[in-house]
């Protein structure tokens, strides 16, 4: 009878698998080596990549801050520089309206009626004078009301008779009623459309001149 012995043979078997379980574990872990490695690489270059462009973000606010910055203060030039244009526009216009307030006053002014001061404040206008009658300042405010495009809402501030001695002798002296009125000066826009409103026809005296006796 023959005996085969296959005790080497299990033990060569077995040191076969066991240096192909180590074979496969060295290269599983340089393939996890590998890819942790690559993996790594991958993630640095996109946080590189990020970083780059919050950078390049970060530069172009700045710049953009700046451009803002720029234009606030070119904004601010120009609104001074209309500020001042509109000023000057204001005393180009504003010159001619004494003229044209006088203008009208002497167009304007019933006979019956001396003006003793105009004064202007701003857009108010204070006017002081004699009238022969109430009849007369009547007509004054009507004629300031609806004739004349310069001046609107005259309202009559005060009213008192008074006697107006024409001489030395207090006896010869007539009486008058002494009047303060105010009017709003209105800013016409074109000129020409108040110099048109102006020419309209109305009896008057000229301010500072006093009235006809009579």
């Known amino acids: 009878m023959i005996r085969i012995n296959l005790l080497p043979h299990r033990d060569i078997r077995r040191e076969a698998r066991k240096k192909n ?10 393939l996890g080596l590998g890819v942790a490695l690559i993996g790594g ?5 996109m946080i590189s990549n990020q970083t ?3 950078d390049f973000i970060a530069r172009a606010n700045v710049v953009l801050d700046t451009q803002i910055k720029e234009i606030a203060t070119l904004k601010a030039e120009l609104d001074g520089l209309k500020a001042r244009r ?5 005393l180009q ?21 001396y003006l003793k001061s105009i004064k202007q404040k701003a857009a108010k206008v204070v006017l002081n004078g004699y009238a022969q009658s109430n009849d007369r300042i009547s007509e004054l405010l009507h004629s300031l009301a609806t004739e004349t495009p310069w001046l609107a809402h005259p309202e009559l501030n005060e009213i008192k008779a008074v006697v107006v001695s024409n001489g030395t002798n207090a006896k010869d002296g007539r009486k008058f009623f002494e009047f ?4 709003l000066l209105k800013v016409t826009e074109n000129p020409a459309d108040a110099a048109v409103g102006a020419k309209r026809p109305s009896a008057g005296a000229r301010p500072g001149k006093p009235a006809p006796k009579g």
């Open 21 to 30: 379980f180590i074979s496969e574990m060295v290269l599983s872990a340089v």
């Open 41 to 45: 690489v991958i993630i640095n270059q």
């Open 52 to 54: 780059q462009r919050n």
């Open 86 to 90: 509109q000023a000057v526009e204001n």
């Open 93 to 113: 216009r504003d010159r001619t309206i004494p003229v044209h307030l006088l203008d009208e006053l002497v167009k304007h002014t019933p006979e019956g009626i």
């Open 180 to 183: 303060t009125l105010n009017a």
